[in-house]
């Protein structure tokens, strides 16, 4: 197999990774909108869906081992304080008590880049003081209700503004503001933008704090034999758990196997490694028993993730005829209390042409649990403020929102200034706006009459999507014909058992059922990168084809062996391999594996180089029908259209549950959700799924998913771009200004509750 080292890029999550990649240097041309594909784009159902709807699918949270212990762990119920003294004597006599593990007797293991496991400085409610494992749940928990600690309570700030003060309480040493400063980003000249303009606006907008609460909780259950480690956890990324689990015990990876089967969500949360693990861990070896270690929803609530909030001023300067000359960005939000990244102007420097452009992003260490990526970090925070103001100017100036944005369409990637490989928007634009019915808008906004009005809105959406090396598959044929791909990425819910079988399937031209995936487990499977970002597909769909056409490369091979005819006489063709001369002499997959006197024929893929000198990117637009009760303020999504350039479309029904995921939580987060901290004592008040407001079935709206991209041919041997952030950047925006076409009053706050809208329209 053909392969080299090269240096990669690409956009993962919070910023860009580069690092040595083993790639093929001989993948296969991408499949073009031309080629007739006979499995892959189809509606196939989840090849995992009988074991999750039948309850036989083990999640993490379900594995149970032969004497297994239980952890819980006990929090700080404080904002911010130190601990002055910690006694579990108490709590260690209780019968069924197997460890208490605290800072006074755990390694001091760095964790955070500014904290340890186990630190007696807790900067936040829900900071981890101490776990105990028991025999059983009930144990742990009473046995946590004994352990003494005195706490010395500091001064705490819980919001990001109040932290940036001279006079706040300082979280770390180094200060509240992350990095001592903020991630700046210009380019032209800002002040000659706005001196060029002949309108200018500026205004503010905010963005709240919201909680993954994917429905399986964070947990892990660990064993030890001897001295290799096995980590059953329900986590996006098997070989980043796997590295930071080994790097803390001071032992080699290679004795630590972790497994990931099925997950019940984690939208980001689960990309980085918990604490618990590593606790459960220390403990299992400790009692020489298996340990299972859960976070509850409370705790769920507090010290697991959170998407940051925001508070973003912009400033747009436009010509008469809508030519943007200047957007100045500038942006704080909380990071809580260890480094997180709260920045969220990436569409303002790249989704419309603008030659000034000026962002600067503050993110803000407060008191509060530590934010982590969250379903495109940064973008509906920036898109719901960017597409807002850009509606409000576009009002002003008298042109129609969607032809404001024609007129400021960038043609290529103004940050790097590449092309990109492909850019359908306009496409995107059309087809939603007609599915929509755009001309239906209200004309002037809130011109409806009654007190119930309706309204339209719609935004845009840029993410990168396009994944990158490395990733590696291995495909073993059976006698049977059968086959088993094996990869390192994990299934987080997102059908990626199914679009790997479909992907080798099509290359093989065999019957889907004759596909065995196996993912998320260390021990077996060929390295992939951690799944966020919406690189999962992208990366590892190349490395599943790659394997498969070296596979029909190597039967076909085969066959020529066995039949001695020369192999470019020989045909494949539905698993059947056929000379071409006589038509009549022909031979299986399987009867090749058979003659060969081999169980199995393995080969290994890897995906391909990402193409050089281009920006890959997706894009798309969403619009929403809103209906608003000026009566009680209370907002009705009716319909979101959805219309995206997002490559290839590898599995029609996986691609639609991902697009209503993501819809239905950006309606959530435009309306709904928000985390509440009483800001006098430091507490968390929404702690759980009846104070959290998240959406029922009876607030679900219409949806409609259009794709107008057949392929992008350039991005890698699949043509396919991630969905997962597309789906749910424009969505809060689309919402947003949908409301504001429906009541002639913009609110510049998430979540527009009923309260907002009220004051907005009658102060």
Not at 180 to 204: K, L, N
Request: charged letters at 25%; hydrophobic letters at 35%; one cysteine or more.
């Amino acid at each position: 197999m053909a392969k080299k080292i090269v240096k990669s890029r690409f956009y993962f999550e919070e910023g860009f990774q580069e690092h040595l990649a083993e790639v093929s240097t001989d993948s296969p041309k991408s499949w073009g909108d031309n080629d007739t594909l006979e499995i892959v784009g189809k509606p196939v159902s989840r090849i995992d869906g009988y074991d999750k709807v039948s309850g036989t699918a083990v999640y993490a949270f379900d594995k149970i081992s032969p004497k297994m212990t239980y952890a819980r762990t006990l929090r700080c119920p404080h904002p911010h304080a130190k601990i002055k003294s910690i006694d579990s004597k108490a709590a260690e006599k209780v019968q069924g008590v197997l460890k208490i593990l605290t800072h006074k007797n755990a390694p001091k293991i760095p964790w955070y880049g500014m904290s340890y496991l186990f630190d007696p400085h807790l900067r936040f409610e829900g900071d981890e003081v101490a776990v105990v494992v028991a025999e059983t749940e009930q144990i742990a928990e009473d046995a946590l209700k004994l352990i003494q600690v005195e706490y010395e309570k500091l001064p705490f700030v819980t919001d990001a503004g109040a932290a940036m003060e001279d006079s706040a309480p300082q979280i770390h040493d180094s200060g509240n503001i992350a990095g001592g400063e903020p991630d700046r980003y210009s380019r032209g000249d800002i002040e000659e933008g706005f001196g060029a303009a002949d309108f200018v606006q500026e205004d503010t907008f905010n963005t709240q704090v919201v909680i993954h609460n994917p429905t399986e909780v964070h947990c892990s259950t660990v064993n030890w034999d001897g001295d290799d480690l096995v980590v059953w956890d329900s986590t996006q990324g098997i070989f980043g758990v796997r590295d930071t689990v080994a790097r803390s015990l001071k032992i080699p990876a290679n004795k630590v196997r972790i497994i990931k089967k099925y997950m019940g969500g984690g939208f980001g949360a689960k990309l980085t490694t918990g604490k618990y693990t590593v606790m459960a861990a220390l403990a299992a070896r400790d009692i020489g028993r298996p340990v299972k270690i859960a976070v509850d929803r409370r705790a769920m609530n507090l010290a697991v993730g959170n998407r940051p909030d925001s508070v973003q001023t912009l400033k747009i300067g436009a010509k008469k005829d809508g030519t943007l000359t200047a957007i100045s960005h500038s942006s704080y939000g909380a990071a809580g209390a260890y480094p997180s990244g709260a920045g969220c102007s990436w569409p303002a420097r790249s989704m419309y042409q603008c030659p000034n452009v000026f962002t600067e992003d503050y993110t803000v260490f407060i008191n509060a649990g530590p934010g982590r990526p969250f379903r495109a970090p940064g973008h509906p925070q920036g898109t719901f403020a960017l597409d807002s103001i850009l509606d409000d100017v576009a009002e002003k100036l008298d042109i129609d929102p969607m032809e404001f944005r024609l007129r400021n369409f960038a043609e290529q990637d103004q940050v790097s200034n590449q092309p990109y490989t492909s850019k359908l928007l306009k496409e995107a634009y059309e087809k939603g706006s007609q599915a929509i019915g755009w001309e239906k808008r209200r004309s002037p906004a809130g011109s409806d009459e009654g007190p119930i009005k309706s309204g339209i809105g719609m935004a845009s959406q840029i993410w990168w999507g396009g994944g990158g090396p490395p990733a590696g598959a291995t495909i073993r044929l059976n006698r049977d014909g059968s086959i088993r791909v094996i990869a390192g990425t994990q299934d987080i819910g997102t059908g990626t058992y199914t679009i790997m079988a479909q992907v080798a399937a099509e290359v093989l031209e065999i019957p889907m059922e004759k596909v065995e995936v196996i993912l998320g487990d260390t021990a077996v499977a060929p390295y992939c990168g951690g799944s966020g970002g919406s690189t999962t597909a992208a990366s590892v769909t190349p490395a599943v084809r790659n394997a498969a056409e070296k596979m029909k490369a190597k039967l076909i091979s085969g066959a020529a062996a066995v039949l001695e005819v020369p192999e470019n006489q020989l045909t494949y063709n539905d698993g059947v391999i056929t000379d071409s001369n006589d038509g009549e002499t022909r031979i299986t997959i399987s009867e090749i594996v058979r003659e060969l006197r081999e169980q199995v024929l393995i080969t290994n893929g890897a995906r391909g180089e990402n193409p050089d000198g281009y920006s890959v990117q997706t894009f798309g637009a969403q619009f929403a029908d809103v209906s608003v009760d000026t009566e009680t303020g209370i907002v009705t999504v009716n319909r979101i259209v959805a219309s995206h350039d997002i490559g290839r479309v590898l599995n029609r029904k996986t691609l639609e549950n991902q697009f209503h995921g993501g819809m239905i939580q950006g309606m959530s987060y435009a309306l709904m959700e928000e985390r509440v901290i009483d800001q006098n004592t430091g507490k968390v008040l929404t702690t759980n799924l009846h104070n959290y407001k998240l959406p029922t079935v009876k607030d679900i709206p219409e949806m409609e998913i259009i794709i107008v991209s057949e392929s992008d041919d350039m991005v890698n041997s699949t043509g396919v771009k991630g969905i997962g952030e597309p789906a749910i950047i424009p969505t809060a925006a689309a919402i947003a200004n949908a409301v504001y076409n429906a009541i002639g009053v913009r609110i510049k706050s998430l979540p527009i509750t009923p309260d907002k809208v009220l004051n907005a329209l009658y102060g």
